[in-house]
């Protein structure tokens, strides 16, 4: 039976033009599942859904519930319940659980996990049933990640990105009808890892592959992702465009997730903010005690020298700064609060300067500050230099 | 001359004196004029070659199957008591072959346990256990834990990604099961099946007590009035090994990289249902076979001896004050060659480690080669030498001799753990340690000493418990007047004296099960 589905689902009809792996991808919806690991609540109730032909960047902290999520998609896992659907077929729900090797859903794991014992070729053919065009098969996956002609070579004998490659190409081979990518680029060095990053997404895209991508980078999966879903301790938080995430999170514990993050206190009065640094224009309505999300880029540093139209009341003190080449980090004492501003132009300014501070920024995001405890409390946030008022 | 060089010369010379056994057995089969073809031509070669070769095939498939069927149900199977049955199957590793055999034969002799369980059935007089497969039986039951123990390990820590990749891609977990697990173990299981055919190939004590042709036993049986016979299939033997070995490393270099190991996920484990009560209750039979029945056995000769204490002669009769004697010789000397095979190779190890050369490696082949000479073949060649060059007379059966002949078996694997001990010592804590003024002796006392010492602690104590074990070097170039375990437990059980030869064997499986588990076991996950 599943070999009779193989040999079909996968194949164009003849005479389309269409690129060919289209057909074989399905959209992947997720519905209420929920997992618990010896009393343990790793996911709850999650929903998701993502189109065909779109890639979503499942992005959280380790330990957030993501991988036990994408295991329990390719049916290594099984949830306690909900139901897991790819393209019309339910895979997992109340009473069904089809096996893994049956779901035909490419996973590429954390480990690259090439069968050391088999040849590249051997690698890639190992999902392909004994079709006759298994060869021709091969051939055309290899070509797609740049490594025709490798077939007889060893995994050991490759590099890390080869190896990573040939992963890559195993996984497409046997047509699935969707990729899960569980940190594929963890084990690289960084310089791979972004080369890859944007090789495998115009591949993904070249395809037209429904992809799931998860990741504990930022930057990854805003590179990577058609859109967003950052997960916390076993919820979906948000669900978005990389710019929507970063620009308007869900919650201050998105926010410093995503990037580096300063939150100052204020009060609202519908479309403006008074807080320290001045009457700030807001998104979306705000009223009563707020905090306002101000990105360390939004910032502006000025010494009475270059000074211009300023709030006096903000000025600060310079405390530490970093240099990084291409940007530069200041500290900067405000109040009781040290805020970190970042900027791309050389700084003019030096560690024991009094400088003012001005948002030049977008409509700042507000949150009640009843919020800041969630983050308090959740608050492993992701970098030193982001500071908060709740500290 | 400066330390290195004197180092180089030692390596050199070591070398040398490790490939003397199978040299000066290749030289007095010319000497001897024994035709290598008229022998090799006549029904008695091949008889005995056959049948060794028979053994080893038949006992390490055996070996391999059961040491593979227990490791992986140990690890990968949902059985009840899994950790106790796990921990118990190495055991066996602790009773050497001849001790096995001398239990079996005891269970089944005459006022042994099997007849007081069977006569009121009406069966009775058993048969005495003999031949091939009471051969095949004793050294599959006894040897299989080195099967066991390396692909348990690999079980263990094989990364589970490798079969999840494989379900993924669409393979059933039978599939799974023979296109990767079993790939994936394959390099311990033959490591540890090469150990058994060794094993197998220079086994003395079970195939002489059990009455089974192989080429040791003919080597014994003809050393004193057909030399040639003796000296021909002793190179036969040692011949078979080392080719043996050379197969072995040939077909480990074919096999491709390894599969990652893992830490911090825990292997899959398969629900069987109700099946696992069969399969649990096959485990628990195997284990009473290969470990309740000999212990129980050994246990009950001895409580019989001991309840009988009048009894001089006949299968009854205990001399416990020379069973103390015999023990405390043993240690004493398992002990002096222990230490004198460490000092002997650690310059090896030393030159191996911290000066790699060409010279260094060429006398580590010939060293480590040596693992394969079986204990007879070591001790022919040195007794056939003792007694024909002049003057060598004067050391045969000393304990000079003796220790030598311990150091040219187990130098091997004392080689190996001393390499270990010498890697211990970062050479950069040496540096470290001449900036800050040390001299060569300081360093030495220092620094170097004391992070070697566990290691070579363990070195010596891997001699000590083979030393142990050894039968028939220790049976052939013993002083006369030197009572050692394990020709003791050989004497009595040759002459039936069973409650002598069950409490000898309770005292050399305890002293060897307490080394055992200090050095292999604990070593391993059972702590």
């Given at each position: 039976?599943?070999n009779?589905?193989?040999a079909?689902?996968?194949?164009?009809p003849?005479?389309?033009?269409?690129p060919?792996?289209r057909?074989?991808f399905?959209a992947l919806?997720?519905?209420d599942?929920h997992?618990?690991?010896g009393?343990?609540?790793?996911?709850?109730?999650v929903?998701?859904?993502i189109?065909r032909?779109?890639?979503?960047?499942l992005?959280?902290?380790?330990?957030?519930g993501k991988?036990t999520?994408m295991?329990?998609?390719a049916?290594?896992?099984v949830?306690?319940?909900?139901?897991?659907?790819?393209?019309e077929?339910?895979?997992?729900g109340?009473?069904?659980?089809?096996?893994?090797?049956h779901r035909?859903?490419?996973?590429l794991?954390?480990?690259?996990?090439l069968f050391?014992?088999?040849?590249v070729?051997?690698?890639v053919?190992?999902g392909?049933g004994r079709?006759p065009d298994?060869d021709?098969r091969?051939r055309?996956v290899?070509e797609?990640?740049?490594?025709a002609?490798?077939?007889?070579?060893?995994?050991d004998?490759?590099?890390?990105?080869?190896?990573?490659r040939?992963?890559?190409a195993?996984?497409?081979?046997?047509r699935?009808?969707?990729?899960?990518l569980d940190?594929?680029f963890?084990?690289?060095?960084?310089h791979?890892?972004?080369?890859l990053q944007?090789?495998v997404?115009?591949?993904?895209k070249a395809?037209?592959?429904?992809?799931?991508?998860?990741t504990?980078?930022q930057d990854?999966?805003?590179?990577?992702?058609?859109?967003?879903a950052?997960?916390q301790e076993?919820?979906?938080?948000q669900?978005?465009?990389?710019?929507e995430v970063?620009?308007?999170?869900a919650s201050?514990?998105v926010?410093?997730f995503?990037?580096?993050a300063?939150?100052v206190?204020g009060i609202?009065?519908g479309?403006t903010v008074a807080t320290?640094?001045?009457?700030?224009a807001?998104?979306?309505?705000?009223?009563g005690?707020v905090?306002?999300?101000?990105?360390p880029?939004?910032?502006?540093?000025?010494?009475?020298?270059t000074?211009g139209?300023v709030d006096a009341s903000a000025?600060?003190?310079?405390?530490a700064?970093?240099?990084y080449g291409?940007?530069?980090?200041?500290?900067?004492?405000?109040?009781?609060n040290?805020?970190?501003?970042r900027?791309?132009?050389?700084p003019?300014?030096?560690?024991?300067?009094d400088v003012?501070?001005?948002?030049e920024g977008?409509?700042?995001?507000?949150?009640?500050?009843?919020?800041?405890?969630g983050?308090?409390?959740?608050?492993?946030?992701r970098?030193?230099?982001?500071?908060?008022?709740a500290r | 001359?400066d330390?290195g060089?004197?180092?180089?010369v030692?390596?050199?010379?070591l070398g040398l004196?490790f490939?003397?056994?199978?040299?000066y057995?290749?030289y007095?089969?010319?000497r001897?004029?024994?035709?290598?073809?008229d022998?090799?031509g006549?029904?008695?070669t091949?008889?005995?070659?056959?049948n060794s070769?028979?053994?080893?095939?038949?006992v390490?498939?055996?070996?391999?199957?059961?040491?593979?069927?227990l490791?992986?149900?140990?690890?990968?199977?949902?059985?009840?008591?899994?950790?106790l049955?796990a921990?118990?199957?190495?055991l066996?590793?602790?009773?050497p072959t001849?001790?096995?055999?001398?239990?079996?034969i005891?269970?089944?002799a005459?006022?042994g346990l099997?007849?007081q369980?069977?006569?009121?059935?009406?069966?009775?007089?058993?048969?005495r256990?003999q031949?091939?497969w009471a051969?095949?039986?004793v050294l599959?039951?006894?040897?299989?834990?080195?099967?066991?123990?390396?692909t348990?390990?690999?079980?263990?820590h094989?990364d589970?990604?490798?079969?999840?990749?494989?379900?993924?891609?669409g393979?059933?977990p039978r599939?799974v099961?023979?296109?990767?697990?079993?790939?994936a173990m394959l390099p311990?299981?033959?490591?540890?099946?090469?150990?058994?055919c060794?094993y197998?190939?220079s086994?003395?004590?079970a195939v002489e007590?059990l009455r089974?042709?192989?080429?040791t036993r003919?080597?014994y049986a003809?050393?004193l009035?057909?030399r040639?016979t003796?000296?021909?299939?002793?190179?036969l033997?040692?011949?078979?090994?080392v080719?043996?070995?050379?197969?072995e490393?040939w077909l480990a270099?074919?096999?491709a990289?390894?599969f990652?190991?893992?830490?911090?996920?825990?292997?899959?484990?398969t629900?069987?249902?109700?099946?696992?009560?069969p399969v649990?209750?096959a485990?628990?039979?195997f284990?009473?076979?290969?470990?309740v029945?000999?212990?129980a056995?050994?246990g009950y000769?001895?409580?019989r001896?001991?309840?009988?204490p009048?009894?001089?002669?006949g299968?009854?009769a205990?001399?416990?004050?020379?069973?103390?004697?015999?023990?405390a010789?043993?240690?004493?000397?398992?002990a002096v060659?222990a230490?004198?095979?460490?000092?002997v190779?650690?310059p090896l190890a030393?030159l191996?480690?911290?000066?790699?050369s060409?010279s260094a490696?060429?006398?580590?082949l010939?060293?480590?080669?040596?693992?394969?000479f079986?204990?007879?073949?070591?001790?022919?060649?040195?007794v056939?030498?003792?007694?024909q060059?002049?003057?060598a007379?004067?050391i045969?059966?000393?304990?000079?001799l003796l220790?030598?002949?311990?150091?040219?078996?187990?130098g091997?694997q004392?080689?190996?753990?001393a390499r270990?001990?010498v890697?211990?010592?970062?050479?950069?804590?040496?540096?470290?340690?001449?900036?800050?003024?040390?001299r060569r002796?300081r360093?030495?006392?220092?620094?170097?000493?004391?992070?070697m010492?566990p290691?070579l602690l363990a070195?010596?104590?891997l001699?000590?418990l083979s030393?142990?074990k050894e039968?028939?070097?220790?049976l052939?170039?013993?002083p006369?007047?030197?009572?050692?375990?394990?020709a003791?437990?050989?004497?009595?059980?040759?002459s039936?004296f069973l409650?002598?030869a069950?409490?000898?064997?309770?005292?050399?499986?305890?002293a060897?099960?307490?080394?055992?588990?200090?050095?292999?076991?604990?070593?391993?996950?059972?702590?």
């Amino acid at each position: 039976m599943p070999n009779a589905q193989r040999a079909t689902a996968g194949a164009p009809p003849p005479g389309d033009p269409a690129p060919r792996g289209r057909d074989g991808f399905r959209a992947l919806r997720l519905v209420d599942v929920h997992k618990s690991f010896g009393g343990t609540r790793v996911l709850h109730w999650v929903n998701l859904s993502i189109e065909r032909g779109r890639t979503l960047a499942l992005l959280g902290p380790s330990g957030c519930g993501k991988t036990t999520l994408m295991r329990i998609v390719a049916g290594l896992e099984v949830a306690d319940g909900g139901e897991v659907h790819v393209g019309e077929r339910m895979l997992a729900g109340p009473g069904v659980n089809v096996a893994p090797e049956h779901r035909r859903i490419g996973l590429l794991g954390q480990e690259r996990a090439l069968f050391p014992h088999l040849t590249v070729g051997g690698n890639v053919a190992y999902g392909l049933g004994r079709s006759p065009d298994r060869d021709a098969r091969v051939r055309e996956v290899l070509e797609m990640v740049d490594l025709a002609g490798f077939e007889k070579r060893m995994p050991d004998s490759l590099s890390g990105g080869q190896q990573q490659r040939v992963a890559i190409a195993r996984a497409l081979a046997p047509r699935p009808r969707m990729l899960l990518l569980d940190e594929p680029f963890q084990a690289l060095d960084v310089h791979l890892r972004l080369e890859l990053q944007a090789e495998v997404q115009a591949l993904l895209k070249a395809l037209g592959a429904t992809a799931v991508v998860v990741t504990h980078d930022q930057d990854e999966a805003f590179v990577m992702g058609d859109e967003v879903a950052v997960m916390q301790e076993g919820h979906i938080r948000q669900r978005g465009t990389p710019s929507e995430v970063y620009g308007h999170p869900a919650s201050p514990w998105v926010a410093s997730f995503v990037g580096d993050a300063n939150f100052v206190p204020g009060i609202g009065s519908g479309d403006t903010v008074a807080t320290p640094l001045g009457n700030l224009a807001t998104c979306c309505p705000a009223s009563g005690k707020v905090a306002v999300l101000v990105r360390p880029s939004h910032l502006r540093l000025v010494t009475p020298a270059t000074g211009g139209d300023v709030d006096a009341s903000a000025t600060g003190q310079v405390q530490a700064m970093r240099f990084y080449g291409h940007t530069t980090e200041c500290r900067v004492q405000f109040g009781e609060n040290v805020l970190l501003a970042r900027s791309d132009r050389m700084p003019s300014v030096r560690v024991g300067d009094d400088v003012m501070i001005r948002y030049e920024g977008p409509p700042a995001v507000a949150y009640p500050a009843s919020a800041m405890a969630g983050l308090r409390r959740n608050g492993k946030q992701r970098r030193e230099a982001s500071t908060s008022p709740a500290r | 001359m400066d330390a290195g060089r004197l180092f180089r010369v030692w390596g050199f010379g070591l070398g040398l004196f490790f490939a003397a056994p199978l040299g000066y057995l290749v030289y007095e089969n010319v000497r001897l004029r024994s035709d290598i073809l008229d022998i090799l031509g006549v029904g008695r070669t091949w008889g005995p070659l056959g049948n060794s070769l028979l053994l080893a095939a038949a006992v390490s498939l055996a070996a391999m199957v059961v040491g593979t069927a227990l490791a992986w149900a140990t690890v990968r199977l949902d059985l009840p008591g899994r950790r106790l049955w796990a921990a118990l199957a190495p055991l066996p590793l602790v009773f050497p072959t001849f001790v096995g055999a001398t239990a079996f034969i005891a269970l089944l002799a005459r006022g042994g346990l099997a007849e007081q369980v069977l006569s009121p059935l009406g069966v009775g007089t058993l048969p005495r256990l003999q031949g091939f497969w009471a051969a095949w039986l004793v050294l599959t039951l006894f040897t299989y834990p080195y099967v066991y123990l390396p692909t348990r390990a690999r079980l263990r820590h094989l990364d589970p990604s490798y079969e999840e990749a494989a379900r993924v891609l669409g393979r059933t977990p039978r599939a799974v099961f023979t296109t990767v697990t079993l790939p994936a173990m394959l390099p311990a299981v033959s490591a540890g099946g090469l150990l058994v055919c060794l094993y197998t190939l220079s086994d003395f004590g079970a195939v002489e007590l059990l009455r089974y042709e192989t080429l040791t036993r003919s080597i014994y049986a003809n050393r004193l009035f057909d030399r040639a016979t003796s000296v021909t299939h002793g190179l036969l033997l040692g011949v078979v090994a080392v080719g043996v070995v050379v197969v072995e490393r040939w077909l480990a270099r074919r096999r491709a990289g390894g599969f990652a190991a893992t830490s911090d996920r825990p292997p899959p484990r398969t629900n069987l249902g109700w099946l696992r009560w069969p399969v649990c209750a096959a485990v628990v039979a195997f284990l009473l076979l290969a470990l309740v029945a000999p212990l129980a056995t050994l246990g009950y000769w001895a409580g019989r001896g001991i309840a009988n204490p009048g009894r001089r002669v006949g299968a009854f009769a205990l001399d416990a004050a020379g069973i103390a004697t015999s023990a405390a010789s043993t240690v004493a000397v398992s002990a002096v060659a222990a230490a004198v095979t460490v000092l002997v190779v650690l310059p090896l190890a030393w030159l191996l480690v911290r000066r790699p050369s060409l010279s260094a490696s060429a006398s580590n082949l010939l060293v480590t080669a040596s693992f394969a000479f079986p204990g007879i073949v070591v001790a022919l060649a040195l007794v056939f030498w003792a007694l024909q060059v002049p003057f060598a007379a004067v050391i045969y059966q000393t304990l000079p001799l003796l220790i030598v002949g311990y150091v040219l078996l187990f130098g091997a694997q004392a080689a190996n753990a001393a390499r270990a001990a010498v890697g211990a010592v970062p050479p950069r804590l040496s540096e470290g340690a001449r900036t800050l003024g040390a001299r060569r002796w300081r360093r030495l006392r220092t620094v170097e000493l004391p992070l070697m010492t566990p290691g070579l602690l363990a070195a010596g104590g891997l001699v000590f418990l083979s030393v142990m074990k050894e039968l028939p070097l220790t049976l052939l170039m013993r002083p006369t007047n030197l009572p050692m375990l394990s020709a003791d437990i050989w004497d009595s059980t040759e002459s039936l004296f069973l409650a002598q030869a069950g409490l000898e064997s309770l005292v050399l499986v305890a002293a060897s099960g307490v080394l055992t588990w200090l050095l292999v076991l604990r070593r391993s996950e059972f702590a």
